[in-house]
């Protein structure tokens, strides 16, 4: 199992290539604030690495939701969708977005890793 | 590129040290929210009592003897009936009838006391200073913080450092001494509760602020809860649902300008922007501030769009959020007349996509002030 991460604070999880899971930061929802509203992507729909797949909104904010790389959306959060708050109190576990099926290892593997996401926030 | 340097109010340590997560606002680096978050503190507001550090506003005082009638010069309101101890509310008006600002007026024992929007207060003081600085004393109080208590608890509250203070009744103020500070008291606010504005010495803030927040019924709030609680309460937030381009009967503040400042009063008019003000009392307005309730779980947020059910512009959301107290979309937005009566449908255009909602009155939440 591989997690990386995007610079827009996104995460995407491969426990198996065929459904990656997307999600976004603790660092993103501890910015973002108290999370109200999710628009998730059509299953069966497909994006492009970087294109937005999706929207988040605290009680001050929206957000956009990048694709972390490119591929098919597989299932979205339905849990998510009846329950935004989700991603604030488990942003990183049942607080995902949806799961896609990735077309382009080469795009998932020039994310950043954990540390170098923690480097990237620390100098910011 | 130099990032602008931003002011700190005299509470800004107490603020890093109860954990806020800090935001530039109107030139000072403010609390937006504290680790509860925005909708704990906005619950905490309805439900008990919250304290907000307002010190970024400008107070001003005017004094003299021509002090009333120089600032009706200004501003389409009664200031000159305005009995000791009482508040108004008020906005500064352009030529063209729109609001440069709005204010909170306070006649005291021996001066006007004025509350103006941080943004706008150098803007407000030099309006002030050039047009009536040879009528009256005007009186910046940059050494007076400004805390506000908000909330069906804060009079319980504030008692226990103050007891006459819950003598007061909605928009009155007055004189008492909070932790030996001569502090000056507003029976006031802008969250829709009942609750308090404290005028304190800067050097005093602080100590009053812990002495406040260690009431068992008050916590700290920032400025989104201030933000969701206002919208929720009605209230405009200059810049966003009034500005220069709006007139105070399109914003639905024509209750503000009283009987004895418009068409056939006793000092009428005299104001800048008289003749189209009262003009719009007469013949109405083309557009005008509405409320909207969102019949979809979809937060619809300033700029966006209102359309009629064939797509055709009406108008567009000057605020916006989902309301933490009744769990739903709300907005306001102007719209054309024709399309501003109650339970009248619209749809807001959000990311390409349209959302009903309706025209509702405002408040979208019960005021509950101690009249």
Not at chain 2, 4 to 19: F, M, W
């Amino acid at each position: 199992m591989t997690t990386k991460y995007t610079d827009d604070h996104e995460w995407i999880n491969i426990e198996d290539h065929e459904a990656a899971v997307v999600g976004i930061t603790l660092h993103a929802q501890d910015a973002l604030g108290d999370i109200v509203f999710v628009e998730l992507p059509e299953v069966g729909k497909t994006f492009k690495m970087g294109e937005v797949a999706g929207v988040v909104e605290s009680v001050k904010a929206a957000a956009d939701i990048h694709m972390p790389a490119s591929g098919e959306i597989v299932e979205v959060n339905e849990d998510l969708r009846k329950d935004p708050s989700l991603a604030n109190r488990d942003p990183m576990g049942n607080g995902w977005f949806f799961k896609v099926h990735l077309t382009n290892m080469a795009e998932f593997d020039q994310l950043m890793d954990g540390p170098d996401y923690d480097s990237m926030l620390a100098k910011s | 590129m130099t990032e602008p340097v931003l002011h700190q109010t005299p509470l800004y340590a107490l603020h890093l040290e109860l954990g806020a997560k800090m935001t530039p606002f109107a030139g000072y680096e403010m609390p937006v929210s504290y680790p509860g978050g925005i909708i704990a503190e906005h619950k905490q507001c309805r439900s008990s009592a919250a304290l907000f550090d307002v010190s970024h506003m400008g107070q001003v005082r005017l004094l003299g003897g021509d002090a009333d009638r120089a600032l009706e010069s200004l501003i389409p309101v009664d200031v000159v009936g305005l009995a000791t101890g009482r508040q108004r509310y008020g906005f500064f008006t352009n030529a063209n009838g729109g609001i440069l600002d709005d204010l909170m007026i306070t006649r005291r024992e021996s001066d006007l006391l004025l509350v103006v929007n941080a943004a706008r207060k150098a803007v407000d003081i030099a309006h002030l200073t050039t047009n009536i600085g040879h009528r009256c004393i005007v009186d910046p109080l940059p050494e007076r913080a400004l805390l506000a208590l908000q909330g069906p608890k804060a009079a319980q509250a504030l008692a226990r450092l103050a007891p006459g203070a819950s003598a007061l009744t909605f928009m009155s103020g007055g004189v008492f001494t909070l932790l030996d500070a001569e502090c000056f008291v507003t029976r006031s606010g802008y969250t829709g509760e009942d609750g308090f504005e404290i005028s304190v010495p800067a050097k005093r803030a602080v100590a009053l602020a812990r002495a406040l927040l260690a009431q068992p019924e008050v916590g700290p709030a920032g400025l989104g809860a201030r933000d969701t609680l206002r919208l929720e309460a009605g209230l405009c937030l200059y810049g966003n649902d009034i500005d220069t381009n709006t007139t105070p009967v399109e914003a639905g503040l024509g209750w503000a300008i009283q009987k004895v400042r418009r068409a056939g009063g006793a000092r009428a008019g005299g104001y800048p922007g008289a003749r189209v003000i009262d003009a719009q009392f007469t013949t109405g307005v083309m557009n005008k501030r509405v409320g909207l309730v969102g019949l979809e779980r979809v937060p619809v947020r300033d700029g966006a769009p209102i359309v009629d059910a064939r797509g055709h512009r009406l108008g567009h959301v000057t605020s916006g959020t989902l309301a933490p107290s009744v769990n739903v979309p709300i907005a306001m937005a102007y719209l054309a007349s024709n399309h501003a009566a109650l339970n009248h449908e619209v749809q807001a255009v959000v990311r390409d996509r349209r959302w009903p909602m309706r025209v509702t009155a405002m408040p979208f939440v019960a005021h509950r002030y101690q009249r």
